[in-house]
């Protein structure tokens, strides 16, 4: 994979991270003002359209684009684990979901901080150069 192509999917995925939690609450409180869209299924890269009065104008574009963004994040935690094993996934979850500064969770692993950027980056690549 071509290193700008790395960069932007790794930014693309700590961006996604960053607002991560945020989104997970507005889906739930879509769903809880909209409860049809809970049973909807959404094709991967589609869109539907639906301005109609019952689904809040745009809302349901709004939704379908959060649980896609939703889904990246997950998607790619568990091809983490899946590559690099649990701690890799416990660790970057703590760095780019819940925002944890580097030097407090490169001392939570017994890390130096250092040692940290060099095995987030190496994860990120095992990750990202496979798509």
Request: hydrophobic share 35%.
């Amino acid at each position: 994979m071509a290193k700008d192509t790395y960069k932007k999917r790794a930014a693309a995925f700590k961006s996604s991270c960053r607002v991560y939690r945020k989104e997970k609450e507005r889906v739930l409180s879509l769903e809880k003002q909209f409860p049809q869209f809970r049973n909807m299924t959404f094709e991967e890269g589609k869109f539907k359209i639906d301005l109609g009065e019952e689904n809040g104008r745009g809302m349901l574009e709004l939704y379908q684009f959060l649980k896609d963004d939703i889904a990246f994040v997950e998607d790619t935690f568990q091809k983490i684990e899946e590559t690099c094993g649990a701690n890799a996934k416990v660790l970057l979850w703590s760095l780019f979901v819940e925002n944890h500064i580097q030097t407090n969770v490169a001392e939570d692993f017994g890390l130096t901080r250092r040692q940290l950027q060099y095995s987030v980056d190496k994860w990120l690549r095992e990750v990202f150069d496979d798509v």
